[in-house]
């Protein structure tokens, strides 16, 4: 089972293989803002992966276009509830100060 590292609260929980960033924050009680439930309607789930980006899914269509408007945007930007777990990865959380 993947583990998932969430920056920068340095907190690793296990996570399954399918998963995405945002359910296991979501069910691990890290704060990873959510606005519109998960459904790639906004970008307040926005993080930066600082490790692992290869056992992430690949990003689609919808949330290459949606991530274009996400302040701080970065080559390792994604948005939490499009990313699916494969492996193990970091990442940091991008709204914890906002």
């Given at each position: 089972?993947?583990?998932?590292?969430f920056?920068?609260?340095?907190?690793?929980?296990?996570?399954?293989?399918?998963?995405?960033?945002?359910?296991?924050?979501?069910?691990?009680?890290?704060?990873?803002?959510?606005?519109?439930?998960?459904?790639?309607?906004?970008?307040?789930?926005?993080?930066?992966?600082?490790?692992?980006?290869?056992?992430?899914?690949?990003?689609?269509?919808?949330?290459?276009?949606?991530?274009e408007?996400?302040?701080?945007?970065?080559?390792?930007?994604?948005?939490?509830?499009?990313?699916?777990?494969?492996?193990?990865?970091t990442?940091?959380?991008?709204?914890?100060?906002?």
């Amino acid at each position: 089972m993947p583990n998932v590292t969430f920056l920068p609260m340095n907190q690793t929980v296990v996570a399954d293989v399918g998963d995405t960033i945002l359910e296991v924050a979501i069910s691990n009680d890290i704060p990873l803002q959510h606005a519109c439930g998960g459904y790639c309607a906004c970008t307040t789930c926005h993080i930066h992966v600082k490790a692992g980006m290869e056992n992430l899914s690949s990003m689609e269509e919808e949330e290459e276009e949606r991530i274009e408007a996400v302040d701080r945007l970065t080559t390792v930007s994604r948005l939490g509830c499009q990313s699916k777990i494969q492996g193990d990865v970091t990442v940091e959380i991008m709204n914890v100060d906002d």
